[in-house]
């Protein structure tokens, strides 16, 4: 019957005779698994660090110059009743005017006796979106409120949000290939350690064979030693991930404070942590299970014929 205490054993025994490649694969195998955490969590704080950028971002919608007090009000009530904004602020021409000639007037002192740039002003009312809202959907929501009545144009900063789009899908997809990467690397390095445990216990592999050992008794402290070197690793590169983010906080406060990225950037919550710590023992486990799967179905006698 197979049980914790015999694996236990098979694990400290691994350790006792082949301490050289066990401590290799575990320096090798969470230094890749510290660099595959601390990506992630780049990616991702970078990632909202862009949507909290993104979420104050106004919609200028231009009203008609014609447009009476009625079809205003229903106007108004119109962009209420889609429930897409958290805030909707009517600027008259004065309003906008006057806003528009203290921030130039000091580059060009002549728009202040300029009557005529007064005309040239349309009303609008200035709708900022609630953070549900994506940017993809800005697109659409542009274009229903164009066909409402008393709207003349709606702008958005179109190439900016197109721009922005790209940018937040871009970090995705060089995100998951960096992470994909040295992922695909992590297997060879596990693998390269239980592969290299079964040949130097080669004989006890082949008597347990000869006698008739099921396929589980032979390969279960293997599957079960690439769980416990992937357990391990994950924890050392949860804690060196961690001493990463630190540092990192620690530069984003004292350098670029006036940034106002306090609160934007942090570490990973609980359950994550014990999400990436099951990935990487199951990560150790599956890589074993490839490496030993072939043990009982013939190994010892074609060796032997070899």
Avoid at 127 to 148: C, G, H, Y
Avoid at 155 to 184: C, D, M, P, R
Wanted: charged content about 20%.
């Amino acid at each position: 019957m197979l049980n914790i205490d015999y694996f236990l054993k098979s694990v400290v025994r691994s350790w006792k005779n082949h301490l050289t490649i066990q401590l290799s694969s575990l320096l090798v195998l969470s230094s890749a698994l510290t660099i595959v955490f601390s990506f992630y969590l780049v990616f991702t704080n970078l990632e909202r660090l862009v949507v909290s950028w993104g979420s104050d971002l106004e919609m200028n919608v231009y009203l008609e110059d014609s447009i009476e007090p009625s079809r205003q009000a229903s106007l108004l009530k119109s962009l209420e009743e889609m429930d897409k904004f958290k805030e909707i602020r009517y600027l008259d021409r004065k309003t906008t005017t006057d806003g528009f000639f203290k921030k130039m007037s000091k580059y060009v002192p002549e728009f202040k006796e300029d009557n005529e740039f007064l005309n040239m002003v349309p009303s609008s009312y200035v709708v900022k979106m609630l953070p549900a809202i994506k940017v993809e959907d800005l697109s659409t929501l542009a274009t229903n409120i164009m066909r409402l009545d008393g709207v003349d144009d709606v702008s958005y900063g179109q190439e900016w949000i197109t721009n922005f789009s790209v940018f937040v899908s871009a970090i995705h997809k060089t995100g998951w290939t960096i992470i994909f990467i040295l992922l695909f690397g992590s297997l060879f390095v596990i693998g390269y350690s239980i592969k290299a445990i079964v040949i130097q216990r080669k004989e006890e592999v082949e008597i347990l064979e000869l006698v008739g050992a099921t396929a589980n008794m032979i390969r279960a402290p293997y599957i079960f030693e690439g769980g416990i070197l992937g357990l391990i690793s994950s924890l050392i590169a949860v804690v060196a991930s961690y001493v990463l983010y630190q540092l990192q906080d620690r530069l984003l406060l004292s350098e670029i404070g006036l940034w106002g990225l306090a609160g934007i950037f942090r570490f990973y919550q609980w359950y994550e942590v014990m999400l990436l710590i099951v990935v990487g023992s199951l990560l150790g486990a599956g890589t074993a299970y490839l490496c030993v799967k072939k043990i009982n179905s013939g190994w010892a006698v074609l060796n032997e014929k070899a």
